[in-house]
């Protein structure tokens, strides 16, 4: 399976803008621009797009890890905190904090720790990244 996606830019870093598109058509020319980025400004960035990723790839691994010991979610909602750092060689994405809470009907809370584990250790998003990933994982009741 392959996928795509295009950015167009135009002018330089801080003044100029860009545009950020997917095959799907989900995003269609989505405004980025170092305002946007750095500043706070309407629109996304690639950090923001990184974390979207890997939410959910880390959400239907997670799926996939349960349906394999028979359970289904009703709802598995995660977030991704994405860390970007100045470092030494220039902007580095240094960290990935996910911060999940899943209702699971019949999931103890250690099958459902092993699990969340598991996912992410093993999402493809997560094996992409080179940055330390951490994870709160929360069941309702």
């Known amino acids: 399976m392959k996928k795509f996606a295009t950015a ?3 002018g330089n870093l801080k003044a100029g803008k860009g545009s950020i598109s997917t095959e799907s058509g989900a995003l269609a020319d989505a405004p980025y621009g170092f305002n946007t980025r750095f500043e706070g400004e309407p629109g996304t960035n690639p950090e923001e797009l990184i974390g979207a990723a890997h939410a959910g790839c880390f959400s239907m691994a ?3 890890i ?3 010991s028979g359970l289904v979610a009703d709802r598995i909602q995660t977030r ?5 750092e100045r470092l030494e060689p220039g902007f580095t994405i240094t960290a990935v904090h996910l911060t999940l809470e899943a209702r699971i009907p019949g999931a103890s809370e250690e099958a459902f720790q092993t699990a969340a584990a598991k996912a992410k250790e093993n999402c493809p998003i997560s094996r992409l ?8 994982a929360r069941l309702e009741q």
């Open 8 to 10: 167009v830019w135009q």
């Open 62 to 64: 997670l799926s996939n």
């Open 66 to 68: 349960l349906g394999e």
């Open 80 to 84: 991704a905190d994405v860390t970007l």
């Open 129 to 136: 990244l080179n940055a330390a990933i951490t994870l709160d």
